[in-house]
């Protein structure tokens, strides 16, 4: 659920910076919807460096100024959230979504929070109705986090299904990509999951985690070789690693040392 709360955050932060407004210029005093912009925008910046307190009266202000900016209230919730007040969190995901219903990354924002206390049914529909607007720009993120909750909430049809979709749309999306080599690996489709590990490993560097399932999904397929370059590429790459060591064991299972 790591993933998914970062997800929101990086796309709240997107439309945050999207709002920013030229300053006025001389001695003409800014207008109302000018200050609620630069007061998002402050708060946004304090939740960048991790002080939601301080977010929290920025965004207060903002609405205070504007009551229908959305994505101050998007905004605000995430501080809330941070600070563990989930019924004013929910008070304004919820907010934002009725100004704005159009509001894709409100939508996304208000899903991830439901997903990641456990309400996959209730963050369906905010998902679906995120993808469905054709004007969104990233809706790999959302089919990517539909997917991350419907797999936490164990439906992994609905899971694999919304993957396919981010990578329909984008085929080199690494979130999407990596969660359907480990759907793949856990149900010991090692064919298949050879076959998301290749794109993956074209769209970005492996991991240790990814290198240590390319060594496993290769020795399954009986191809020893390809096994000792990832497991050549994962000692020299993450030496200190907790999956260097299960290498370790494994090969020392397997008889090799």
Not at 181 to 188: A, F, G, I, Q, T
Not at 217 to 229: K, M, P, S, V
Request: charge should be neutral; proline fraction near 5%; aromatic fraction near 8%.
């Amino acid at each position: 659920m790591i993933v998914l709360r970062t997800m929101a955050l990086l796309a709240v932060f997107g439309m945050v910076q999207a709002c920013v407004t030229e300053t006025t210029k001389g001695d003409k005093p800014p207008t109302e919807a000018e200050a609620a912009v630069a007061n998002m925008n402050l708060g946004a910046g304090y939740l960048r460096q991790g002080r939601p307190d301080l977010a929290i009266e920025r965004l207060q202000r903002a609405i205070e100024l504007n009551p229908r900016l959305a994505d101050a209230h998007t905004t605000l919730a995430i501080a809330y959230d941070q600070l563990g007040s989930l019924e004013d969190a929910e008070t304004h995901y919820k907010r934002a979504t009725q100004i704005e219903p159009e509001n894709s990354s409100a939508a996304n924002s208000y899903a991830v929070f439901l997903c990641r206390n456990n309400r996959w049914k209730d963050a369906e529909p905010y998902f679906k109705h995120a993808v469905d607007n054709l004007k969104y720009a990233t809706p790999e993120v959302s089919y990517t986090n539909a997917g991350v909750c419907a797999l936490k909430a164990g439906d992994r049809a609905k899971a694999e299904e919304n993957f396919r979709a981010a990578l329909t749309r984008v085929p080199t999306y690494p979130e999407a990509l990596s969660n359907m080599l480990e759907m793949s690996y856990s149900d010991r489709n090692y064919l298949q999951a050879r076959a998301f590990l290749q794109r993956y490993m074209d769209a970005k560097e492996p991991t240790a985690k990814v290198l240590l399932m390319c060594v496993n999904i290769e020795q399954q397929l009986g191809n020893r070789d390809a096994a000792n370059r990832c497991a050549s590429q994962l000692r020299e790459g993450f030496p200190s690693s907790p999956e260097v060591q299960q290498l370790q064991e494994l090969q020392q299972s397997n008889g090799r040392q």
